[in-house]
């Protein structure tokens, strides 16, 4: 009767023993599935903020571009009345076909008694155009965002007899370009945000360049010496 009893007895605390087993692998189960829930539950969330940071970027870029081309915009309208106004007349004399989307900014300049125009454009490229010929004798590709501002180097000329064209980009970027020799010649690259506008000084031969940017700042360029001399960064927007 004893053994019977003590028979039972240790059948029911091994039951109690696999159920406690049963129960911590329950448990144990129940923790990695939360584990993995929370992980996935994380990583979805870094996803979306990723989503939502792009997308403000892609955003901000937009709205500075519409700004840019808003401003261009009012320039043409004044220079159309002041012509209207004074009753000049105008026509169309030539039309240069080449880049594949919006132009903002052409230039014009002389260089060894021929005539040029060059441009920038949101196709990421600057061209350069044979007025006399009407034809595109150049184009540069190595800006990465659009080409918001071109300016011809008086400065190369004068004083290395280079044909030097200077552009600026939304990929942050001030560049200059031989179009004679077809290469790159120079790079600022210290601004943090698109550079929209650029202009050499009227001083000195053009040897200085003053860019604007959507990083709030104006900076000081030596030509010359490729070195920023100034930051003037007082601006609280672009």
Do not use: P
């Amino acid at each position: 009767m004893k053994q019977e009893i003590q028979l039972k007895d240790n059948r029911i605390k091994q039951m109690e023993r696999d159920f406690q087993q049963e129960l911590l692998k329950y448990r144990a189960d129940i923790e990695i599935i939360k584990k993995d829930f929370n992980d996935k539950e994380q990583q979805a969330s870094s996803n979306h903020e990723k989503i939502v940071k792009l997308l403000e970027e892609k955003n901000t870029k937009l709205l500075q571009k519409l700004n840019l081309q808003y401003k261009q915009k009012e320039k043409e309208e004044d220079k159309k009345q002041t012509h209207e106004s004074s009753g000049i007349s105008s026509k169309l004399i030539k039309t240069f076909d080449g880049h594949t989307n919006a132009v903002n900014s052409i230039n014009y300049s002389t260089f060894d008694d021929c005539q040029f125009i060059c441009s920038g454009s949101d196709d990421k490229t600057v061209r350069v155009w044979d007025i006399d010929s009407n034809k595109q004798i150049q184009s540069f590709n190595g800006h990465l965002d659009y080409v918001c501002c071109v300016k011809f180097s008086r400065y190369h000329y004068h004083n290395n007899r280079q044909n030097i064209i200077c552009s600026s980009s939304y990929d942050k970027t001030i560049r200059f370009w031989d179009f004679k020799h077809s290469k790159q010649l120079q790079i600022f690259n210290e601004h943090t945000d698109g550079v929209c506008e650029i202009e050499f000084s009227s001083f000195n031969g053009g040897r200085y360049l003053c860019s604007g940017s959507f990083d709030n700042t104006i900076r000081l360029w030596d030509v010359e010496t490729s070195k920023s001399l100034h930051i003037f960064n007082e601006h609280e927007d672009t």
